[in-house]
Structure formats: structure tokens, C-alpha cells
């Protein structure tokens, strides 16, 4: 492999503290207008006609585009320096955007969600890693940041957007219009920015995607994909039918409460594996299990009686579960992968996890055509809830593999693949070569809470 090198220009550019925060909100408003379209689905179903099947059909497009998008060209940052990716996600989400200002029917929807799961997929890893370059030395900022700011975007799109929605003027364009301004000025803002980055040759290796299970993580894995596809699948209902649920359960036509919900499942999420971050990984999914469970019984009686307290009480118990459940899984199958085999471990379970995040709420579209919102909720609710009591009962009759000896963290991909155990992450990761083991590891952008230690 050629040395890398470091990129070097004569023009002025900004301080790396402001490159740092520039990146950093722009990664926020990445991911705010990757759940700005969920408010908009009802209103986009009313205005084109099309069915619920129709309306989770484009929530899952977004998803398995960006996880195409981000198993391919996930490393490629390593290989053509950090801007370049992150101006092509901009222009990818100028042009996503654009398409949702013309948008004149369904199939204008399908492909402005395509541009932004490409935006969101080219663009998580580079800025994750630039930021991580731009931190002051020794600080742990890049990973705080970016594990906050994505949530935090992913909340703050449904709500400000079920929002302006609501209360302003042209509902299905001022959000666009706002977004598209950002990602506009953000393209030469970037520039302004010096190269974080370095480039070395290599880059079309750099497009095959790993994945693999070690054989002594198999059993742990096998075990923990029930809990796995149950907290994703929820998150995947909750984004995309979750305003029409929401609208059903209070009888209110307020748009306001569709960005809620969203909003109370991240942030409990959030705050449930913050709080509880230093138990175990058994017991972080032990009990996330437990509260899914509670929050999706108290869901489905909420459903089934149109109770809309009871439904947002039940959400936020199941958020806070959706938090830690996952966690807890997480942590227990990437402790017994040596550090050399954690980058592929990781992936597969990200794999597994979009594929959860759309496939089930793409299902419950195509059930709501046919049976209806309610029923298909109820039994979604219930497949849930009978997914997480088969999660929890393998957690208690199985007993745990002992965790792989660590070895003390040999290489930054190393303390970087730590430090994923202890974080709850969701929706984004990048694969990346650091150090001059030329280590392969991953950096889970998007989070529920920050990675503030080491575990």
C-alpha cells in the first residue's frame, strides 16, 4: 500500500475549531432531513393518492439506498481525501431537495428519498472522520459530537418539520426550501475548510463491503437478532407510519403529534442508554428488553382503545427500551470479537439492523392497504412484543460466552471500536484504515447518546 498523503494548500482556510463546528452542524441537518419527510407522509399520501403500502415503500427506499451506499462507498474518504465525499452529499442533498420541491407525484418521491439515503451514506462517514481529525489532540469530541448531533438531528427534523408543517405557510415546501438553502451555502462553506483528510491509492479495494461473524460470536449473534430486528422494526413503524398512528390515537389532526412520537422515541432512547451506560451488557439488554416489552403492551392497549395518553406513555417506555435493548446486544456480540474481526462483526450487525429498520414497516404498509391502520398495528405491536419475550427468555437460558481477552487497545481503530460497545448507535457507520497496521475498523456515526469513556 503507498504512504498517504496529506493534503497541503497555500489558500487560506478556516480555523480547525471552525471547520470542526461547521461540520458538525451540517452533520446535524444531514439527518434532520433524512426524518423531515416522515411528518410529511400524510400529507403527501392525501395530495397524491397512493396507499399506506405506498407510503412505507418510500421510508424503505431511503433506508436500503444509504445502506447500499454506505457498504460500498463507506471508506472511500481514506482513500480520495474527506471534502470531496462530503461536497458530493451536499450536491446529492441539494438535488434531493430540489426533487421535493417539484414533486408531483409518487415516483418524484421515490427518487428524491434515493438522493438523500445516497447524501446520507456518502456523507456520515467522512464528516464522522473529519471531525475526529479536527478535534483538538487528545480530546474525545468527534465522537461525543457526532453521536449527539445525529440524534439530535433525527428528533428535531420530525418535530420542527410536524411543525411548520401545522402552523406554515406551504406546508410541503418551506421545509425544502430552508434545507436546500443550508446544504447550498454549506457547499462552499466546506470548501473553505482545510483537507483533514489524506489520499492514497487503493480506493477501488476500498469498495468491497466486510462483513463475517466469528465462529465464537455466532451463538451470541444467533441470540440476539431477535432483539436486534425488534428494535430496529420499531424505529422503522414509528418513522414511517408512526404521524399516522399518532393522528389515529389522539383523533386529533394536528400534525404536531406525528413529530412527537418520533421525537419521544429518540430522545428516551437517548437518554435511557446515556443514563444507564456503565451496567453491564446483559443487563442493559436484560432490562431494555423488559421495558420494550412494557412500552409495546402499553402501546397496544393504547391502539386498541384510542387512548392518546396511554400511546404517548407507551412510547416513551418503549424508546427508553429501544435504547438500551439495543445497547445491551450490541455490546455482547462485539465483546467476543477479537480486534481484528470487529469491523466485519459490526457490519453484519448493522445489516441486520436496516434491513429490520425497513423490511417489517414496508410489510405493515402493504397490511394497512389491505386490513387497515389499526390492525395491522395491533399485530405489528404484537410481533414485536412476542419478538423481544423470545429476546429475553434466550438472554436468561443461555448462559454468556466469557468476552474476548482484551488486549489493550493497540491501534486508534482499536479505542474506536471500544468505544462502540459503550454507545447505543443507530442508522450510520463507516469502515475505515488507520495507523500503520493499516487496521480496518468502523466509526458508528449516528447514535443514540455521545461516547464520553471508554468502556
Request: aromatic content about 10%.
Amino acid at each position: 500500500m503507498g504512504t498517504p498523503r496529506v493534503f497541503r494548500s497555500e489558500r487560506r482556510t478556516l480555523p480547525k475549531a471552525a471547520g470542526f463546528w461547521l461540520l458538525a452542524v451540517l452533520f446535524l441537518m444531514l439527518f434532520f432531513a433524512s426524518a423531515a419527510a416522515s411528518p410529511l407522509y400524510p400529507v403527501y399520501q392525501l395530495q397524491f393518492r397512493f396507499s399506506a403500502a405506498t407510503l412505507t415503500a418510500v421510508f424503505a427506499v431511503y433506508v436500503l439506498v444509504l445502506l447500499v451506499t454506505l457498504l460500498f462507498f463507506g471508506s472511500v474518504s481514506d482513500y480520495l481525501g474527506r471534502l470531496p465525499m462530503i461536497i458530493a452529499a451536499l450536491v446529492f442533498s441539494v438535488a434531493g431537495c430540489a426533487l421535493f420541491l417539484t414533486a408531483d407525484g409518487v415516483g418524484t418521491l421515490y427518487a428524491a428519498r434515493s438522493l438523500q439515503g445516497i447524501a446520507t451514506g456518502l456523507a456520515s462517514g467522512p464528516i464522522g472522520a473529519a471531525l475526529i481529525d479536527l478535534q483538538p489532540p487528545g480530546s474525545r469530541r468527534g465522537p461525543v459530537v457526532t453521536s449527539a448531533f445525529s440524534t439530535l438531528g433525527l428528533a428535531l427534523g420530525a418535530l420542527v418539520t410536524s411543525g411548520l408543517v401545522q402552523y406554515a405557510p406551504a406546508p410541503t415546501h418551506l421545509i425544502w426550501w430552508a434545507l436546500l438553502a443550508v446544504f447550498t451555502v454549506g457547499i462552499p462553506a466546506v470548501l473553505a475548510i482545510g483537507e483533514p483528510g489524506s489520499r492514497r491509492p487503493g480506493v477501488l479495494a476500498s469498495l468491497r463491503p466486510a462483513v463475517a461473524v466469528p465462529p465464537r460470536a455466532r451463538g451470541t449473534f444467533a441470540g440476539v437478532i431477535p432483539c436486534l430486528v425488534a428494535t430496529w422494526a420499531l424505529g422503522g413503524l414509528y418513522l414511517s407510519l408512526g404521524p399516522s398512528l399518532a393522528a389515529a390515537a389522539t383523533g386529533s389532526p394536528n400534525l404536531l403529534w406525528g413529530g412527537l412520537v418520533i421525537f419521544l422515541l429518540c430522545g428516551t432512547g437517548a437518554a435511557a442508554a446515556y443514563v444507564l451506560r456503565g451496567i453491564s451488557p446483559r443487563a442493559a439488554m436484560l432490562t431494555g428488553c423488559l421495558s420494550l416489552l412494557a412500552g409495546v403492551a402499553v402501546t397496544f392497549g393504547a391502539i386498541a382503545t384510542t387512548t392518546s395518553a396511554a400511546f404517548l406513555a407507551g412510547t416513551t417506555v418503549a424508546g427508553a427500551g429501544f435504547g438500551l435493548a439495543f445497547q445491551g446486544a450490541f455490546r455482547m456480540t462485539t465483546d467476543l470479537a477479537a480486534p481484528a474481526q470487529r469491523a466485519g462483526l459490526v457490519t453484519a450487525v448493522f445489516v441486520v439492523g436496516y434491513l429490520a429498520f425497513s423490511v417489517p414497516a414496508l410489510i405493515a404498509g402493504v397490511a394497512t392497504t389491505a386490513f387497515g391502520l389499526r390492525s395491522t398495528a395491533l399485530v405489528y405491536s404484537a410481533s414485536l412484543g412476542a419478538l423481544v419475550a423470545v429476546a429475553a427468555g434466550i438472554l436468561v437460558f443461555r448462559p454468556g460466552d466469557p468476552p474476548s481477552q482484551p488486549a489493550r487497545p493497540s491501534s486508534y481503530a482499536d479505542r474506536q471500536i471500544r468505544r462502540l460497545a459503550a454507545c447505543y448507535p443507530s442508522l450510520a457507520v463507516q469502515r475505515f484504515r488507520t495507523g500503520a497496521d493499516d487496521r480496518r475498523g468502523l466509526i458508528v456515526t449516528v447514535s443514540s447518546r455521545p461516547c464520553l469513556e471508554d468502556p
